[in-house]
């Protein structure tokens, strides 16, 4: 006896007398008709009543066909069925199914989504389905993401940390039209998704560092420019993207804000026109990678005496010696290099002092903003064959961050709130 194929078939035959009887309960209530005609919910004229009209929707229960009344606006030329605002319904899947789908295309590609549905909940979504339904759930989370921004409920602490990075993802060809790139040509093939980081770190390792607080960590991410002129009267749109991220999280109320960057000049004019009372560090990790680097351009890459060279310049880094650094470093100004090098250490001075940052408790290190790149937008943007669109990318890094933030179910429930408000 094949229990699986049994079980398998008993539960398919139930769904399918499960999704008969709901559909037949919905298609006999007319309550829908609420007249010859009613005012449109989009521009307040009349809309007229043109009879019932079926739809096919995929449900947690397989296909369901509904009859709605449908009324059809003059003054914007637009049609509805408040049937369906009334069940949620957005598209063609069920609300079920997109928290689903939602959930899924979070994760992983759109083709192993679709898989999963089928595999996991017998529920057929072709993957170009799953990708437009995906995409247009991350469109309205982006756009809950601008107007809902009051304190969350996460833990504060009186120290906050923010970071900021960037990272660059492939793009169709249609995208990049007229960018600059790094490719031989001049061309591009990535755009950059910038990412604002916030999170707690009151517990301390084994050795008292500070580290990150368990379930502290929130992000928010988009294809986004951080740059101004000193004239304009608005921020950027990443500006503006961690301005809220900074009010959801409380972190321009912390008694100690802290911002940690690897040395971006627009990390530093950004941070300096949000948060001018901040401690700004420079990611101790990305200084030693710029020793290391130089230590190969000099004496060669794997040779002993590159890496007594970066050995030397990192104990001068964590003790502090910042005068021997610099003037190590000075001694080869004639390679390109070292010349880089030097003005990026004597730019960041202020933002190096390590021995006064660990002795006041401080995270010297972005550990959390370098993960939350790979985590939020390298393991579902940056994969073999991927090549985005702007309004794609962003809906999908939306998605992603919400789910990764906690706050899928808050968003959830103000859609659904949504939704029985506008029936």
């Known amino acids: 006896m094949d229990f699986e194929a049994i079980e398998t078939a008993a539960r398919r035959q139930a769904m399918v007398i499960a999704a008969k009887v709901i559909e037949q309960k919905i298609n006999s209530d007319h309550s829908d008709y609420v007249g010859p005609s009613r005012a449109c919910n989009q521009c307040g004229k009349s809309a007229h009543y043109r009879g019932r009209r079926g739809k096919t929707f995929i449900t947690a229960l397989g296909e369901m066909t509904l009859v709605r009344a449908y009324y059809h606006c003059d003054g914007c030329d637009g049609g509805f069925c408040e049937r369906d605002h009334g069940l949620g319904m957005k598209g063609s899947l069920s609300p079920a199914v997109t928290r689903m789908n ?79 790139g790094k490719q031989a040509d001049g061309s591009a093939k990535t755009r950059e998704v910038k990412l604002v980081t916030v999170w707690t770190a009151e517990t301390r390792d084994d050795k008292g560092c500070p580290t990150r ?44 804000q802290v911002v940690i960057g690897d040395g971006a000049p627009w990390i530093w004019n950004l941070t300096a026109e949000l948060f001018p009372d901040a401690i700004q560090i420079v990611d101790l990790y990305h200084a030693k990678g710029h020793l290391a680097e130089v230590g190969k351009s000099i004496y060669g890459s794997g040779t002993e005496l590159a890496e007594q060279w970066r050995k030397q310049r990192n104990d001068e880094l964590d003790e502090g010696k910042f005068d021997d650094l610099l003037g190590a470093i000075r001694k080869h100004e004639k390679n390109d290099d070292a010349r880089k090098c030097l003005e990026y250490f004597t730019t960041n001075k202020s933002r ?43 809906a999908i890094a939306a998605l992603r961050c919400c789910k990764l933030s ?18």
């Not at 420019?225 to 109320?253: G, I, M, P, Y």
């Open 102 to 180: 939602g959930i899924a295309a979070a994760t992983v590609s759109f083709k192993e989504s679709s898989e999963l549905l089928q595999e996991l909940a017998a529920i057929t979504v072709d993957v170009k389905q799953v990708e437009r339904e995906a995409e247009s759930l991350g469109r309205e989370i982006d756009q809950d993401e601008r107007s809902s921004i009051e304190p969350t409920t996460l833990v504060e602490a009186p120290t906050m940390y923010l970071g900021m990075d960037g990272t660059g993802i492939p793009m169709r060809l249609s995208e990049l039209e007229g960018r600059v």
């Open 213 to 256: 607080d368990e379930g502290s960590v929130t992000y928010s991410a988009a294809i986004e420019s951080a740059a101004q002129l000193d004239t304009n009267e608005k921020l950027s749109e990443f500006a503006e993207r961690v301005k809220r991220e900074a009010k959801r999280r409380n972190f321009d109320k912390a008694k100690r």
């Open 406 to 423: 906690g706050r899928f179910e808050e968003f959830w429930e103000r859609r659904s709130t949504r939704s029985l408000a506008l029936s």
């Open 352 to 394: 190096m002092d390590y021995p006064k940052f660990r002795a006041e408790g401080l995270c010297v290190g972005s550990g959390v903003v370098e993960a939350g790149c790979k985590v939020t937008i390298g393991t579902r943007l940056k994969r073999a064959g991927m090549h985005w669109t702007v309004k794609g990318a962003n």
